[in-house]
Nanobody
């Protein structure tokens, strides 16, 4: 069983940056597909970024390409999401996840509890 804990959310002005962290315990993340997802209350959760197992490749949703960077750190058994040029539409609860399936919500088996990102002036 993998336990995931997010941190790094907060309030930031439009155009600003935040770095989300996700610490894993219980099993090495290297064996899993890992991803970041986000959800606005009242809307469906959507995928933000994903890295395949054993660094098979990194994929981004179109709405974050060029602004967000996802990194896997095997030494620290953690994943990160660097978010730059944030926009008000990026406001959401952000979740990290790990799984044995595809780079989508159904492919994830383990979820963190989320961290809130608010982009507002």
């Amino acid at each position: 069983q993998v336990q995931l804990v997010e941190s790094g959310g907060g309030l930031v002005q439009p155009g600003g940056s935040l770095r989300l962290s996700c610490a894993a315990s219980g099993h090495t993340l290297d064996d899993y597909v890992i991803g970041w997802f986000r959800q606005v209350p009242g809307k469906e959760r959507e995928g933000v970024a994903c890295i395949l197992a054993r660094d098979g490749g990194t994929y981004y949703a179109d709405f974050v390409k060029g602004r967000f960077t996802m990194v896997r750190d095997n030494a620290k058994n953690a994943m990160y999401l660097q978010m730059n040029n944030l926009k008000p539409d990026d406001t959401a609860d952000y979740y990290c996840a790990a799984g044995s399936g595809l780079c989508d919500e159904l492919g994830m088996d383990h979820w963190g509890r989320g961290t809130l990102v608010t982009v507002s002036s």
